[in-house]
């Protein structure tokens, strides 16, 4: 179509073009700046000649050349005091100083569950422009920007204040996992590479109030006293809800309602987002247009009204993206130009980039002008159809008012969900790539709450406007908004428990999604190209299935299946899941076992963490799973994983639901293994798991009864062995039940997951005396003095001559089993 051929859609793309290839192989920003140069010279030579397609070539190559230098600039180049440098991921005490970006804000708690051993109290989170460190007694200038969580409520803190922060220090971490996401990339896009921590509200301590007239300081009391508005005509269930799709203050909402709305593909309601901007400016727009202002007036109204909204919800990456779309589209409509086109889509996309070219490659960038472009492409079909023959518009005005008033809302009902329809299917593999998950759900969701959406948000704005002014308005907008989003979670907590409603399934490889939206964009740009609709759906249904098998058979899966079992490893990869324990079995047979499965903590980290491990294996189905014993940090990610995984039979230690009535874990995971309809089943000291021939599991412990002592001592202690190899997971095996165990008859093991993540209480001199190791595997936080001790108990083992790795340090460590001996691999360098 036209729009795809006008100059700044095609300034728009070499822009993005130079800034992907210096993603993908950086060339320096200055030997961008010359070939930016080069390109503009050559351009007004042919300008000079006028050569129009040879200066239109050259102009386009130079814009990609500055692109890539800009996005240079701001992915690898940081002045030398950048406080990042100061420090590393571990965790250090640091003195600094520094000016507060933005007013303290507060995290709630969340939800006490049993799963969380150790209870999460409020936080209060602030940004922090940092200007000083301190070196022992010696202050430094340092630059850069840092996040702030502070245990409790801050109190006394504005935006624009200087402060001193006496906190604890890293860098944000890496992935530990291949198949993670990975923060430190997404902070510095934020050009974030500082992390700090305040234990007590007192460590953070005010040195000089700032400016009473700060832009920052007026916009942090605009959202305190939003919030508190919130507060005051909301109920309490719905605050938090309310605050984040009005104001953005998403923070206040726990992981378990941020998990319904992304699993039902609802999840762009709580990111204030053009839908929220766009419907906010068409409301404005709408109402100034009712007689209140002319034309002219209504839309430069309206434009002041979504920057002042912009400037509320804090600036956010996707309401700067919103906020400048609805100014293009306003400024087109006084201009008299096209209202929404690819030429306006494309000026919201450089003035984008231009601000921040590593928006570029996040998600949410990717899907807000990919949603936009595809609203444009399919204009035709969106808007609704203009009735030019006499007859039918006699008809339709001779028709009741019920019949009109039924038949606009079929109307605006299916344009609804033929919008959604054809956003979900655009941006089905960008979603699947980044979070794993299809959602069919969504195409009926998003079409039954659109309206209590729209509700609710001018209902909310109500509230901000009218409840200081006039009290009884602003009270009933409040019971609007309140029962609006009463409806959105009801419907959303009603669509997430349908079956069939979502599925959690491995992501495609990145070159998949890339071919698709090349494809994509040719048959967009060039329609003579296009197939039949026939060919289309064929074409569309056959890439999908490319996708499901390249998804769920990896190249390690090809490589299974096609070589025969007996001479294929075995393979044990053990998580890195903070203090806790997951190892993954996969069998030279193609089956695969998990033993134990949880951590401290959040249960859905463990979750994330493991699931993003059998994915990049290409793993949909656990054959079993293995429950160690009855603490919670080795099952807490289970009832989760039920939901993503089928399982085949779980396998507990005998005495492990004995205390079923006095343990609120235990009762949590029963009743989700009861509505998983798994099996469960015993297994104790002799019982054996059907392996392929020259493969091995035992259990060596505990015996049928069990022995006395604390869950512990009960653990499950399993023997693999593969092709003369050995490996040995003794959970956190304690006395009486390792005395037991080593006064059987020692092991020749080649590798041993330590005791109780190392525990000093697990005899590691003796331990590893009996076992033997060449390899010890420890399986905890990165904190590593979590567990006192911890460095002497390696070195007991270090003295017998075995290598150790850390799941803190070296993250997922592989070990495969073959009869050449024992191949390790580690996610992090080991040793770094």
Partial sequence: MAGWYQPLVLVLAALAAGMVVDRSFPLGAYLWFGVASGFLFLWLVSWRLRQEQLGSMCLLAGVAAAGGSWHHDRWNLYPHDEVGFFVREEIRPLVLEGVAVTSPRWVPAPPLTAMRIIPKGDETELSLRVTAIRHGQTWQPASGNATVDIDGHLLGVRAGDKLRL????????????????????????????????????????????????SPRLWLSSVRENGNGLLRRYISPRRTSLAAAILIGAREQLDPERNEGFLVTGTIHI????????????????????????????????????????????????????????????????????????????????????????????????????????????????????QEFDPLDHLISRTRSWHVKVYNRAAGATWRVFLVGAMIWVVSLPIVWRQYGLISPIGLVINVIVWLPITVSLFAGFGVLVFGWIFPPLGQLCGWICDGSLWF???????????????????????????????????????????????????????????????????????????????????????????????????????????????????????????????????????????????????????????????????????????????????????????????????FSAGDKLRAPLGTRLEALHPPAKGVFGSDNANSIVLLVEHAGRRILLPGDLESPGLEDLLAEEPLDCDVVMAPHHGSARSDPAGFALWSKPELVLFSGDRNVEDIPGIEQVKDSYRARGAEVYHTAEDGAVSFELTAGGVKVKTHRPHGR
Wanted: aromatic content about 10%; glycine content about 8%; some cysteine.
């Fill in 166 to 213: 006496y906190v604890l220090a890293s860098r944000p971490r890496g992935t530990f996992n291949p198949g993670e996401f990975d923060f430190a990339k997404w902070e510095r896009g934020r050009r974030v590479f500082c992390k700090l921590r305040g234990i007590f509200p007192e460590s953070v301590q005010p040195l000089a109030r700032g400016s009473g007239i």
């Fill in 270 to 385: 709580l990111s204030i987002s053009g839908l929220h901007v766009g419907i906010l400016a068409v409301g404005f727009w709408s109402i100034f247009r009712t007689g209140l202002l002319p034309r002219s007036a209504s839309l430069i109204a309206a434009m002041a009204l979504t920057v002042v909204y912009a400037v509320l919800t804090d600036l956010q990456p996707p309401v700067v993206r919103a906020t400048i779309l609805i100014i293009t589209i306003c400024s087109s409509r006084l201009l008299g130009r096209t209202a929404l086109g690819f030429n306006t889509l494309s000026v919201a996309g450089i003035v984008v980039l231009m601000l921040n070219p590593l928006s570029l490659f996040q998600a949410g960038t990717q899907l807000s002008f990919l949603a936009v472009a595809a609203m444009i492409h399919f204009q035709p079909l969106i808007l609704p159809r």
């Fill in 488 to 682: 959105i979670e009801a419907s959303i907590d009603r669509g997430q428990h349908l079956w069939g409603s979502y599925f959690w399934y491995p992501a495609p490889p990145a070159w998949w999604v890339a071919v698709f939206y090349i494809v994509l964009a040719i048959a967009a740009a060039f329609p003579k190209l296009r197939p039949s609709k026939w060919w289309t759906a064929t074409l569309l249904a056959s890439w999908m299935t490319v996708a499901w098998f390249l998804a769920s058979h990896t190249d390690n899966a090809i490589v299974r299946y096609i070589t025969p079992s007996d001479d294929q490893p075995l393979r044990c990869t053990f998580v890195s899941v903070g203090h806790g324990t997951c190892a993954v079995l996969e069998l030279p047979d193609g089956r695969t076992l998990l033993y134990d499965a949880g951590r401290l903590g959040s249960p859905m980290g463990g979750t994330r963490a493991i699931s993003a491990v059998l994915w990049s294996r290409g793993i949909t189905h656990l054959d079993a799973v293995m429950i160690s014993h009855a603490d919670s940090d080795h099952f807490s990610a289970l009832p989760d994983l039920l939901e993503r995984f089928s399982v085949g039979v779980i396998y507990v230690s005998p005495v492990m639901f004995d205390d079923l009535a006095t343990q609120p874990a235990l009762i949590e995971l029963k009743a989700a293994i009861d509505k998983s309809g798994v099996p469960v089943r015993n």
